[in-house]
């Protein structure tokens, strides 16, 4: 069963405004999040990483929340732009599991329409 | 460039083929790692090497045989593959074992490969 569940395959934004991603998890004991993005051909990039002591962590155009009540976390960004689709994955990590193990959602693609 | 570089970059095998996949980094990593990304899955990791020794073997079929020679170089081979194991390989690396978790991997771009 998946522990890391992004539940919009797609989602698409006009450009300026505000790109809102989902993702959910099972794990009460992962203790970081993170955020990735992936355009075609090429490998995820690390985008941004939230810690489960904090609710929220910004870097430019980015703020990551995390809900550990809700045991949800998103990504906001904005404002929008073009150069900002691409898939996005969420990941976590301290789950108990293996060394090195990031756990990661199936994605979601964000379209930023000019 | 991301520094993280894999050949090939598409690869088409038969079953009965051997091959192998390459990974490369010069960014003094200690840390490598393979990842697997199916259609529609999530990305699964297959295996960690921290300082050159295999740390994780998250129950992979044997007809996949990592080797890590050193610290910048890592190899996925493979042999008698199934259709099934069509995908996307990533390579990633991290600093140690520790950032890599919680401050994420430098991903290459991956190999795409293609068992008929």
């Known amino acids: 069963d998946q522990q890391v569940k992004q539940n919009s395959p797609s989602l698409s934004v006009q450009e300026g405004r505000i790109s809102i991603l989902n993702c959910d998890y099972t794990?009460?004991?992962?203790?970081?999040f993170l955020w990735y993005k992936k355009y075609p051909a090429e490998g995820p990039t690390f985008l941004i990483s939230i810690s489960s002591i904090k609710d929220k962590n910004e870097d430019g155009r980015f703020t990551v929340f995390l809900n550990k009540s809700a045991k949800h976390l998103s990504l906001h960004i904005v404002p929008s732009q073009p150069g900002d689709s691409a898939v996005y994955f969420c990941?976590?990590?301290?789950?108990?599991?293996?060394?090195?193990?990031?756990?990661f959602g199936k994605g979601t693609k964000l379209s930023v329409k000019p | 460039e991301t520094g993280v570089t894999q050949t090939p970059r598409h690869l088409v095998m038969g079953m009965t083929n051997k091959k192998s996949l390459k990974c490369e980094q010069h960014l003094g990593h200690n840390a490598m790692y393979w990842y697997k990304q199916s259609a529609k899955k999530p990305l699964e990791l297959m295996f960690v090497y921290s300082l050159e020794e295999r740390v994780e073997n998250n129950s992979v079929p044997s007809r996949f045989s990592p080797e890590c020679p050193n610290s910048s170089h890592l190899f996925l081979h493979l042999h008698t593959l199934q259709p099934e194991d069509s995908a996307l390989y990533l390579c990633?690396?991290?600093?140690?074992?520790?950032?890599?978790?919680?401050?994420?991997?430098?991903f290459g771009s991956g190999t795409r490969l293609t068992v008929v």
């Open positions: 990633a690396s991290s600093q140690d074992l520790g950032t890599g978790i919680n401050y994420g991997y430098t």
């Open positions: 990941a976590a990590s301290g789950g108990g599991g293996s060394q090195g193990n990031l756990i």
């Open positions: 794990n009460s004991m992962f203790d970081y």
